[in-house]
């Protein structure tokens, strides 16, 4: 939802298995910023014989966009941490400010594994603005 200017966006996956892949958890639906604007992301992931090394893990990750345009993607991703291994529910996140032309973000689960018997999954996940509203005086 976006209220004023403060933007907050939540996902339950409902302790979903994710596919060793690049999911976008908003599919083609672009979340409205606000650029040169401080954003968290946050999440619980939990993997199982997930190799360590390399690019492999679960983490989740930010998209910018230059418009609401899907095809607008202007090169900058934000990631949490990557959690690999055999791991119990981590909270895993980010903050990051939004680059000057940034007007929408969308939010990816990306998960690598070259182990066939690993599996990961995410839970809870919260995207909002972090940069305090300052109220003008009267």
Known sequence: TQTGTTT??????STANV??????????????VLPSTSYTISGWVKTNKVAGGGSEGILIRVWEYDSLNSTSYN??????????GVSDWTRVSTTFTTA???KAVNIIV???STDSASSAWVDDIVFGQTTPITRLSA
Do not use: E, V, Y
Not at 75 to 84: K, V
């Open 110 to 112: 990306q998960f690598t």
């Open 19 to 32: 596919a060793s892949t690049t999911t976008p958890l908003t599919g083609n639906l672009l979340i409205p």
């Open 8 to 13: 907050a966006f939540g996902i339950a996956t």
């Open 100 to 102: 000057a032309t940034t």
């Open 75 to 84: 090169g900058n991703s934000r990631d949490t941490s990557t959690i690999n």
